[in-house]
């Protein structure tokens, strides 16, 4: 049995909002990865086959909450890279 359809539908968001923001900016794609990574880790899971899935079941009100998840898991994941490059400059 195959599962390769099954994913997680914030991953798309993720990753679309993430180039969005700081994609275009001079970092490698180490550091994009690991922001994505970090903002995943903080969201809920919400896996489903087809992207028509949440198109068809998500109200407009429930896409912008997820969005604005996003923006908010995205932006700590910044700051934590950056919390933690700047303490490792101090040891």
Known sequence: MAFESVHNYYEKLVYSRVMQTIGSK??????????????????????????????????????KEMEDKVDQAIDNAVALIKENKASRKKA
């Not at 180490?30 to 903080?42: K, R, S």
């Not at 949440?54 to 429930?62: A, D, G, T, V």
């Open 26 to 63: 001079t970092v490698d794609s180490d550091y994009l990865e690991d922001v994505a990574c970090i903002a995943l880790n903080h969201l809920p899971s919400r896996y489903i086959r087809f992207e028509v899935d949440m198109i068809f079941y998500l109200s407009p009100e429930e896409r």
